[in-house]
């Protein structure tokens, strides 16, 4: 069974402040994908950003970057100079097999960043 | 294209009642997937379909029921509303061979059971 943790429930920054969001995962899946998603407060759920398991490099898209690691199981997601407009819930997701063909995605469950000015 | 569009966006119902949350998709996909995120909490899969005809249950089916007769639609019925059901409910899909795994996301319909 797979299992998606992000421990922090609730998340304060000032604005123009870096904020980590952490995500642990457990599958048992050789080949699967991570993914982060934004949900404001408008309620839909926006795809930000998706790495595949062979992949550990990690990257910087813009104001966002994440840090991958296999070893720990870890794949952390960072905001970096926060804006108002980042507040939102965000989640981390892990993709993986249901049966035959199918796969399937499992949520974490969520953590409410709130950006103060 | 609309990608992927689900009616209604918020639904109030009695105890008891039925009623069903129609998903749409014009991408020709062959996945679809329910899911409901209960609050404060992420999204939990109550069913899942690889294609027309061809339907499965997910980690939450109890009290749901679904079809897939078109590529296009995957309706999800509830048949005895109960408080439990309060949720959010989202339609997804994605393209078999999408060897990203990515899945394509409806706006989401919000309903509560009272």
Not at chain 1, 25 to 37: G, N
Not at chain 2, 45 to 62: C, F, M, Q, R
Request: proline share 4%; net charge neutral.
């Amino acid at each position: 069974a797979q299992k998606v943790t992000q421990a922090q429930t609730e998340i304060s920054v000032v604005e123009k402040e870096d904020v980590t969001l952490d995500c642990v995962y457990e599958t048992r899946d050789t080949t699967y994908y991570l993914f982060w998603y934004k949900q404001p407060p408008s309620g839909e759920l926006v795809f930000l950003i998706r790495r595949n398991s062979f992949d550990e490099q990690n990257e910087i898209s813009g104001r966002y970057s994440w840090n991958f690691q296999k070893s720990t199981s870890s794949f952390n997601f960072t905001i970096t100079a926060s804006q108002v407009v980042d507040s939102a819930v965000y989640f981390c997701a892990l993709s993986g097999t249901i049966s035959g063909s199918a796969r399937q995605l499992t949520f974490g469950s969520g953590t409410q960043l709130t950006v103060l000015p | 294209n609309a990608g992927v569009t689900q009616t209604p966006k918020f639904r109030i119902l009695k105890i008891g009642q039925s009623m069903t949350l129609q998903c749409a998709q014009d991408m020709n996909h062959n996945y679809m997937y329910w899911y409901r995120q209960d609050p404060g909490m992420g999204l939990k899969l109550i069913y899942y379909s690889v294609g027309a005809g061809i339907t499965d249950k997910g980690e939450v089916p109890n009290g749901y029921n679904v079809s897939r007769s078109t590529t296009e639609d995957f309706p999800l019925r509830l048949e005895l509303a109960a408080p439990s059901q309060t949720s959010v409910y989202f339609c997804a899909s994605r393209i078999r061979g999408d060897s990203t795994d990515t899945q394509y996301f409806g706006p989401g319909t919000r309903l509560t059971v009272l």
